[in-house]
């Protein structure tokens, strides 16, 4: 290549580069810019529906699982009710099939059953409540007689038909009483 030549080289590259440059802001136009702007929005949706759709499963699962140990909690309350009586079944079944059974033994093995069952609900937190007495609460007995006797005070248990049962708080069954004045 001569000397002339390389000028003439220099000058047609600069000229391409150039005619390229116009190109590209050309292709700057706002046009281009909103298809910019445009398909930005659009991956910004596109993240927000998978974050959502990621949430919603999250969610499904957590009430699965939820749902599932409520279950499992259920069940082994049931199994440990279930254990707690069992021994007082067994004992009845013995009473019945005892060969030679008198009222005397008969009556010892219901009292001894009926202590075993007292014992159960103690261990499960079952407690009673409604003793002659006691000072009627409407919350917790269930009056179904009224006697009127100026020897007792006002709105005492005179006697309880059925005792109450409770755990912690929550009444399970209310006693049965007759209430004086």
């Known amino acids: 290549m001569s000397?002339?030549?390389?000028?003439?080289?220099?000058?047609?590259?600069?000229?391409?580069?150039?005619?390229?440059?116009?190109?590209?802001?050309?292709?700057?136009?706002?046009?281009?810019?909103?298809?910019?702007?445009?398909?930005?929005?659009?991956?910004q949706l596109d993240a927000a529906k998978d974050a959502h759709l990621r949430i919603a499963a999250e969610y499904a699962n957590y009430r699965a699982r939820s749902a599932k140990e409520k279950e499992q909690t259920f069940s082994n309350a049931k199994g440990s009710v279930v254990a707690q009586i069992?021994?007082?079944?067994?004992?009845?079944?013995?009473?019945?099939?005892?060969?030679?059974?008198?009222?005397?033994?008969?009556?010892?093995?219901?009292?001894?059953?009926?202590?075993?069952?007292?014992?159960?609900?103690?261990?499960?937190?079952?407690e009673t409540f409604g003793e002659a007495g006691d000072t009627f609460d409407p919350n917790l007995h269930n009056a179904v007689m009224h006697v009127e006797d100026e020897?007792?005070?006002?709105?005492?248990?005179?006697?309880?038909?059925?005792?109450?049962?409770?755990?912690?708080d929550r009444v399970i069954r209310p006693a049965m009483v007759k209430t004086a004045n």
């Not at 069992?86 to 033994?105: F, K, T």
């Open 151 to 168: 020897s007792l005070g006002e709105n005492v248990i005179t006697e309880v038909f059925q005792k109450g049962y409770k755990i912690g």
């Open 3 to 43: 000397k002339k030549e390389k000028p003439e080289a220099a000058e047609e590259v600069k000229a391409a580069e150039e005619e390229i440059t116009e190109e590209t802001e050309a292709a700057k136009t706002p046009e281009a810019e909103e298809k910019t702007v445009e398909e930005e929005l659009k991956e």
């Open 86 to 126: 069992l021994p007082v079944i067994d004992n009845i079944e013995r009473a019945i099939n005892a060969p030679d059974s008198d009222y005397e033994s008969l009556k010892k093995g219901v009292e001894m059953t009926l202590e075993g069952l007292k014992a159960a609900l103690e261990n499960l937190g079952v």
